[in-house]
């Protein structure tokens, strides 16, 4: 199954990793984290950014006396609807009293479902073994998130372009969390952040003090636009910015004051992913976005790093000619792709 919609690291972080700059070659910046996303549930065998999906089982025998469903490999999060006899026309649902998820000390994930022999439950057959259990649920290696500001804007569920009050959170290829629907995060654009320039700028490099109207109105950490020049915002005390200037390739220029200050913090999002639910949300709404394990979102920057870098070279390995030339190596990737399999990995290479 692709996972275009399903990154373990946004374009943000990759290019910095590169150290490129501008646009031009963000698409295929954005094709090698696919790949290298794609890669990495491959060899693994597993996913890092949950699914909600209904699952269907065997009807399991009865093993040593016990009622025991192993869920195939597949790791569970959490049981939303557990029935058994679900093909039949009225399934029977277990309810979650009647149940264990296991391994209790190490889970989740889990790897499978045992009825309580204390309960006078059981997992059902129906009118025969086949796709005789029905779990729905989320499923993946875990579902750790992290804070990601808000909606700057009422959602009334149709909308594919989302503004947020700080787009340094959020990256292209991230999936965010707004109530249950997951939304991934496909570009950015700029959006007015209602502060103005308290100041004439120059065409200075060593002019990194920008001051504003109002401090609050932008975030430590935002690439802001003043005219055509981007500038990221490295801290910010009351009402001046300390800025780097003619950032992520754009041109040195000089701004009248006052001049508006832009941040790219209109999202366009492919909503309800993951087998989510598109739903409706309010201004201020809290969003989150998942965060896969550190060593996975690392590998598949370097994987796409890696990617860009023997493009250049036209695979060859080498970038340049004569005296000038690089030579590029893959050869790391391979210990941090063997150091993944043995933490994480099902199946052999």
Not at 11 to 17: F, H, L, Q, S
Not at 40 to 60: D, N, S
Not at 146 to 170: F, N, P, R
Not at 244 to 250: I, L, M, N, P
Request: hydrophobic share 40%.
């Amino acid at each position: 199954m692709s996972n275009a919609t399903r990154w373990y690291i946004s374009r943000e972080a990759t290019k910095a990793a590169v150290g490129l700059a501008g646009a031009d070659l963000d698409s295929l910046i954005d094709s090698y984290i696919e790949a290298a996303s794609e890669d990495i549930e491959a060899f693994l065998g597993r996913r890092f950014i949950p699914e909600t999906a209904t699952k269907l089982f065997r009807w399991p025998p009865r093993v040593g006396g016990g009622y025991v469903l192993q869920l195939d490999d597949l790791d569970l999060i959490a049981v939303t609807t557990l029935k058994a006899a679900a093909q039949d026309a009225s399934p029977i649902t277990i309810v979650a009293a009647d149940y264990f998820l296991e391994p209790v000390n190490s889970g989740p994930p889990y790897t499978r479902i045992e009825i309580d022999l204390s309960s006078v439950a059981a997992f059902e057959s129906g009118d025969t073994p086949q796709r005789s259990i029905s779990v729905a649920g989320r499923w993946g290696y875990g579902e750790d998130t992290k804070a990601a500001g808000a909606l700057a804007e009422a959602d009334d569920g149709a909308e594919t372009a989302l503004d947020v009050t700080d787009s340094s959170l959020i990256g292209v290829g991230d999936t965010i969390l707004i109530g249950a629907e997951a939304l991934f995060v496909s570009a950015k654009a700029l959006l007015d952040t209602t502060a103005n320039t308290a100041g004439a700028l120059i065409a200075g490099k060593a002019e990194t003090t920008v001051p504003v109207n109002t401090g609050t109105l932008v975030k430590q950490g935002e690439i802001i636009t003043i005219d055509s020049e981007r500038m990221l915002v490295e801290s910010i005390s009351g009402n001046n910015l300390t800025v780097q200037r003619a950032y992520d390739g754009s041109v040195l220029a000089t701004h009248a004051n006052p001049s508006d200050v832009y941040a790219p913090r209109t999202l366009a999002v492919v909503r309800a992913v993951n087998g989510t639910t598109v739903a409706a949300h309010d201004t201020a709404t809290a969003i989150s976005k998942y965060a896969p394990p550190a060593d996975i979102a690392e590998y598949c920057r370097a994987v796409a790093s890696a990617h860009h870098q023997q493009g250049r070279s036209g695979w060859t390995g080498v970038i340049g000619s004569e005296g000038g030339a690089i030579e590029t190596k893959m050869f790391g990737l391979w210990s941090m792709k063997q150091a993944l399999k043995e933490k994480y990995g099902r199946v052999s290479l």
